[in-house]
């Protein structure tokens, strides 16, 4: 969201810049351009966030069907984290945990 609100503001200095070298009878020309660009910027920005909401969406699915199959396969202490109640963040955190400590089982098992 920095990076648009940088683009926004580069539009308006460029915007800014125009209008105290443009003449007059290039005015109305020049607003225009102005009023299409800034709207092109506007969408493209919807798009962006559209789009970041989709990946994230899909995020969430991913990791709910993983917990769901570790879960079912009777893993301790993995389960679908999508209580609001619960502190989402914290047993993500922990569930990462337990996964990572049980990719290093085999490492050391073989050692």
Do not use: W
Request: aromatic share 2%; glycine share 2%; net charge negative.
């Amino acid at each position: 969201h920095c990076e648009h609100q940088v683009l926004k503001q580069d539009l308006i200095h460029k915007h800014k810049e125009a209008l105290q070298v443009c003449k007059s009878h290039n005015l109305v020309v020049m607003k225009t351009n102005r009023q299409g660009e800034t709207e092109a910027l506007e969408i493209e920005v919807r798009e962006e966030q559209m789009m970041d909401d989709k990946i994230l969406v899909e995020m969430d699915q991913k990791v709910i069907n993983q917990q769901n199959t570790l879960e079912i396969a009777r893993v301790p202490g993995f389960y679908i984290t999508t209580n609001p109640q619960l502190n989402q963040h914290f047993e993500l955190t922990m569930q990462i945990n337990r996964l990572k400590m049980i990719l290093t089982l085999p490492q050391k098992e073989s050692q």
